[in-house]
């Protein structure tokens, strides 16, 4: 059954620092992982799909990175800022795109 | 086409009470996925569609939810004699068939459901 665990749960920064939020996996043998970002009582919104064939993606000031051996993959935000204040999740589609499975997310504060 | 589409935004019922819920999907997904949300969890699978077919069902799913999507374009989630613990975000997501676009999903902006 994979997991997917995040760390840290909740990560409070000042304005303009750069930060780094973690996701693991168990089984390695996912075909993607997508990045979502949430604001208290909205949907999803998807930030980042990285392929399973590649290192990284980035947009903005955005960057994931992807490390299927070590069951890894981080989100990179550069020059955080307070509308960046949300709970970023991410997800891995098990086998046949059939469904997701979600890590508890990582609640970010930015504050001015 | 702006996206996945969910109605209504909010609902609060009192227990013992039937609900439903409606999903419109990205026009050129055929795939359709119903997931459930609590609070300071991740989204939780409940089931999904290809087309008109219902794939896959979780555990979580009880005899009380019963989902369709008729014709393999909106869908309906509904809940039948309502719990307290049914309590949720039910979120709705579709996205192409694998070989698409690479499997990325799209997620609506959800239904919050309170149970009284």
């Known amino acids: 059954k994979q997991e997917v665990t995040q760390i840290p749960a909740a990560l409070s920064v000042p304005e303009g620092e750069n930060l780094v939020l973690n996701c693991s996996f168990t089984?390695?043998?996912?075909?993607?992982l997508q990045w979502f970002r949430q604001d208290p009582g909205k949907g999803l919104t998807s930030l980042l799909l990285?392929?399973?064939?590649?290192r990284e993606q980035t947009s903005g000031r955005l960057n994931a990175s992807l490390d299927k051996s070590s069951g890894r993959s981080t989100l990179y935000i550069a020059a955080s800022q307070p509308g960046d204040s949300a709970t970023y999740l991410c997800?891995?589609?098990?086998?046949?795109?059939?469904?997701?499975?979600f890590g508890k997310g990582t609640m970010l504060l930015v504050s001015p | 086409d702006t996206g996945v589409s969910q109605n209504p935004r909010h609902k609060i019922t009192k227990r013992g009470q039937n609900v439903t819920f409606r999903c419109d999907p990205i026009?050129?997904?055929?795939?359709l996925y119903w997931y459930r949300q609590t609070l300071g969890q991740g989204p939780e699978f409940l089931t999904y569609?290809?087309?008109?077919?219902?794939?896959?069902k979780s555990r979580l799913l009880s005899d009380r939810f019963s989902a369709e999507r008729p014709k393999g374009s909106f869908s309906t989630l509904e809940i039948q004699r309502t719990e307290q613990g049914d309590s949720a975000m039910y979120l709705c997501?579709?996205?192409?068939?694998?070989?698409?676009?690479?499997?990325?999903?799209?997620f609506g902006s959800g239904t919050r459901l309170t149970v009284v």
């Open positions: 997501a579709s996205s192409a068939a694998p070989g698409g676009p690479m499997g990325g999903y799209t």
């Open positions: 089984d390695s043998a996912i075909y993607n």
């Open positions: 990285i392929q399973s064939s590649q």
């Open positions: 997800a891995v589609p098990h086998s046949g795109y059939s469904t997701l499975t």
């Open positions: 026009s050129e997904h055929n795939r």
């Open positions: 569609f290809q087309n008109e077919a219902q794939l896959e």
